[in-house]
């Protein structure tokens, strides 16, 4: 029941910041754990991080953490990811992700997806 589309990708130099964000549609949103997922090209989709139905916990995976956060808004039914000290191999299209059960790793393990943003990190 929950629509999402994705914004804020785009061409940096390594070292910099992004912050990409996740509009959501829906009466339910509030009601879902979130995630971010990254897919590089000819590579598996691979977890980034979650975030509560509150957003008060958060996880992520090993090579982001210290680097990017994740938060969420649900006045504004949306959910960001703040990126920084981007290197290289972060270079992915990064999609967002809800589910119901917090923390999921597995891309299967959510219900709804957007169509991804595009970042790219030149060294």
């Known amino acids: 029941q929950v629509q999402l589309v994705e914004s804020g990708g785009g061409l940096v130099q390594a070292g910099a910041s992004l912050r990409l964000s996740c509009a959501a549609s829906g009466r339910t949103f509030s009601n879902y754990a979130m995630g971010w997922f990254r897919q590089a090209p000819e590579k598996e989709r691979e977890f980034v991080a979650a975030?509560?139905?509150?957003?008060?916990?958060?996880r992520y995976a090993d090579s982001v953490k210290g680097r990017f956060t994740i938060s969420r808004d649900n006045a504004k039914n949306a959910v960001y990811l703040q990126m920084s000290s981007l290197k290289p191999g972060d270079t992915a299209v990064y999609y967002c992700a809800a589910g119901g059960i917090f923390g999921a790793q597995a891309a299967p393990q959510y219900d709804y997806w957007g169509q991804g943003t595009q970042v790219t990190v030149s060294s």
């Open positions: 975030i509560s139905r509150a957003g008060a916990i958060t």
